[in-house]
């Protein structure tokens, strides 16, 4: 099957939207709102680790496991760091361009490259112990149980590897359209069971240990004349909080489901590309506009949207406390009351664009940024 891949910038998705619906306002960007800071952010530490992603998208993150935080750049160059001591344990360099990275297992790492292959390295001391070949590019993050290494590839297809030699045990096929947004949904994993969504607005739970399809559930139906029109991917990951598994597609909705039998809990209409963030109370979601939206996690209703920040290029938030995180594409991260999506806080962070999303460490979060800058902040009352 031929897969036409699109890499397609917000701003051209905004222009496209605008032009094909007279209807619509003109959107225009957002400055800087100015408000009281009651909260300061404070970064306890900082560190760079090689020369973070590149042009192609690839999808760099941290992964943390205790207090051992490990990170990779576009070029091969995979970190350990214990992140309270702030002493590097290891460095590896691979002869490999990464194109996803880092993925957590027992006592394994993983990482996808451009060339499909998943690399799978000994946490506590970076040697590689297999690889294994898939069909195209990995563009998800890995993810590994004791016993089965999962990758998602960009033509729509999962592999499950055994984590003992990298043999392969099952592989799930899925539809892809013909026009994508460049980017694949991270799979996750809980307990026995393993979510991924795909770019045709579908989410699958499988069985990690076989593959075996347990449920099938649509967030959002193609819409439209045309190709991009139609497009409804699902790029952000999916959440499992509890019973419930949310996700969000872009020019589509987000949909709340049963964890055990997928069936639909509620919908509401949204277009978004970035991760949620769940904290029992509220799922909060960054549209395509740069609004973010809080809505209740048992109903879908919207509790309030913050639109102050249009067109900022928001990435993924991160609930914190009694607040809400994000950072927008000048670097500015801005804190938001949980409450009322208020102003609380503001900071200029270093570094390049923010693509990762931020990770939770007790009340502190880490950051990594595009150029390969960690980071980690404190709020501060």
């Known amino acids: 099957m031929n897969v036409k891949t699109l890499a397609l910038l917000l701003a051209a998705c905004v222009l496209f939207a605008c032009s094909s619906n007279k209807d619509k306002e003109e959107l ?3 400055g ?9 952010i404070k970064r306890d ?3 760079g680790l090689g020369d973070g992603r590149d042009k192609r998208a690839s999808n760099l993150q941290l992964a943390v496991d205790g207090t051992v935080v490990y990170g990779a750049d576009v070029e091969g160059r995979v970190y350990a760091y214990d992140y309270e001591s702030k002493k590097r344990l290891w460095k590896v360099r691979l002869d490999d361009e990464i194109s996803a990275a880092v993925g957590l297992g027992r006592n394994q790492i993983y990482l996808g490259t451009f060339k499909g292959e998943l ?5 506590a001391t970076g040697e590689e112990l297999w690889r294994a070949k898939t069909s195209s590019e990995i563009l998800g993050v890995p993810v590994g149980s004791r016993r089965v290494a999962v990758a998602q590839t960009i033509d729509g297809r999962l592999f499950g590897f055994s984590t003992r030699d990298g043999e392969q045990l099952w592989r799930y096929d899925h539809a892809v359209p013909a026009l994508t947004l460049r980017g694949t949904a991270n799979p996750v994993l809980s307990r026995n069971q393993l979510f991924a969504a795909f770019a045709n607005g ?10 075996a399809l347990l449920w099938s559930g649509r967030v959002s139906s193609p819409r439209g004349r045309h190709d991009l029109e139609k497009m409804v991917d699902i790029d952000g990951t999916p959440v499992v909080d509890g019973g419930l598994v ?4 872009y020019q589509g909705a987000l949909a709340s489901f049963s964890k055990a039998k997928g069936q639909v809990v509620w919908k509401q209409d949204l277009s978004s590309y970035r991760d949620l963030t769940v904290d029992g109370r509220y799922v909060y979601a960054v549209t395509e506009e740069s609004h973010l939206v809080a809505f209740d996690v048992a109903n879908g209703s919207i509790a309030w949207t913050n639109d102050q920040m249009q067109l900022r290029g928001l990435d993924s938030p991160l609930a914190l406390g009694n607040y809400v995180l994000v950072v927008d594409d000048d670097s500015y991260l801005h804190v938001i009351n949980k409450s009322d999506g208020s102003f609380a806080g503001r900071r200029k962070l270093k570094g390049g664009e923010y693509n990762a999303p931020f990770i939770k460490l007790g009340e502190r979060f880490m950051t990594f940024s595009g150029d390969g800058k960690l980071g980690i902040y404190r709020l501060s009352e």
């Open 119 to 123: 690399i799978a390295l000994d946490s």
């Open 246 to 249: 949310y996700a969000a597609t």
């Open 32 to 40: 800087l709102v100015d408000f009281d800071d009651t909260v300061k």
């Open 202 to 211: 579908q989410v699958v739970s499988l069985n990690v240990g076989d593959g």
């Open 28 to 30: 225009k960007r957002s």
């Open 45 to 47: 530490w900082s560190k």
